[in-house]
Each structure stands twice: as structure tokens, then as C-alpha cells.
């Protein structure tokens, strides 16, 4: 099975694509889609939308995986998120992708083994977990969304068949 992870953000988005081999899990692609500064708002959905589209294109995943909304203190910013969530769920929809959404916290427990750890940790097993070197840089987006597409194939591979990839869409 193959999976895009998308961390979702207004100014920047990861995404990352990976997939279940023998033995483990394996990352294909993973980046951040960022925005010129001076782009309107409309300007930075698009662009989060067509590279979204090439992604899919490129790599053929069956299933998204996307980080659920959090409570933002900023309103603004918590609109902004949403309408960079939409956005990816437009682009699932657009071609054909099962949806399946996780909260940071439970991303985070999946991936790391504890629902609180920081980004450097996370960081560090998704490295450890994909066999992705050191000496190559991660974005903390692309870390995100690489711990995002891992979560989904962790849990996959670990529930019921009724379940894995064909259970309820959007709020799993």
C-alpha cells in the first residue's frame, strides 16, 4: 500500500509519500510546498493544490493521510489551516484517494510511542522508522507528514481488514 501524508499550512504544507514493503515501511518522496511571500490568499491554495495533484500524478498513492485540525489561539489562523485541509481533501477527492485523518496527538503516539513528544523526536523516528539518513535534509513539514503517512500504514497494518483502508473515510 501506498500512502501520502499531508501536513497542512497555509504559507507551508508537507507532504510525503510512503509505502508498506517486506519487513517495514519505506518513504518514496516527501517535501513542503511553500508559497511565494507576496501570494494571495487564493494564489497559495492553488499552489498547494496543484502540487498536491502532481504528487498524487507522480506517485500513484491509494490513500491519503492527513493531520486533523488542532484548536488554534489565533482564529485567523485556525481558518487559514482549515482552508489548507480543504484544500488537500479537494485533491484526494479529485482523484479518487481513500481519506483518513489523524490528530497530532495520536500521530505522534503512533510514530514516537508517547502523545506528547516534541518535533525533534518525531523527527528522529520517522528517520529510524523509514531508514531515511541524517545527512539528508527534512523539513519539520516533511518530518510531519512522513509521521502522518506512517501512522496511517502502522495502524493498516495492525487493525481489523474491515478496517484497514476500507473503513470510514474522514474521521478516522
Do not use: W
Not at 42 to 63: C, G, K
Request: with cysteine.
Amino acid at each position: 500500500m501506498r500512502v501520502i501524508g499531508i501536513d497542512p499550512g497555509n504559507a507551508a504544507t508537507g507532504f510525503a509519500v510512503v509505502e508498506n514493503v517486506a519487513g517495514g515501511f519505506r518513504h518514496i518522496v516527501a517535501g513542503t510546498i511553500r508559497a511565494h511571500r507576496n501570494a494571495s490568499p487564493s494564489e497559495r491554495l492553488r499552489n498547494i493544490y496543484e502540487h498536491l495533484l502532481e504528487t498524487v500524478d507522480a506517485y500513484a498513492p491509494a490513500v491519503m493521510s492527513l493531520e486533523r485540525n488542532f484548536s488554534a489561539i489565533n482564529v485567523q489562523s485556525a481558518f487559514r489551516l482549515g482552508e489548507a485541509r480543504a484544500i488537500a481533501k479537494l485533491a484526494a477527492a479529485q482523484r479518487g484517494l481513500e481519506l483518513f485523518e489523524y490528530t497530532p496527538t495520536e500521530v505522534k503516539l503512533t510514530v514516537a510511542g508517547f502523545g506528547t513528544a516534541d518535533k525533534a523526536q518525531v523527527k528522529s523516528m520517522v528517520r529510524r522508522t523509514l531508514g531515511i539518513d541524517a545527512a539528508i535534509e527534512l523539513s519539520d513539514d516533511a518530518a510531519d507528514a512522513l509521521a502522518i503517512a506512517a501512522c496511517h500504514l502502522f495502524k493498516a497494518r495492525f487493525a481489523a481488514p474491515s478496517i484497514a483502508c476500507g473503513g470510514r473515510q474522514g474521521v478516522r
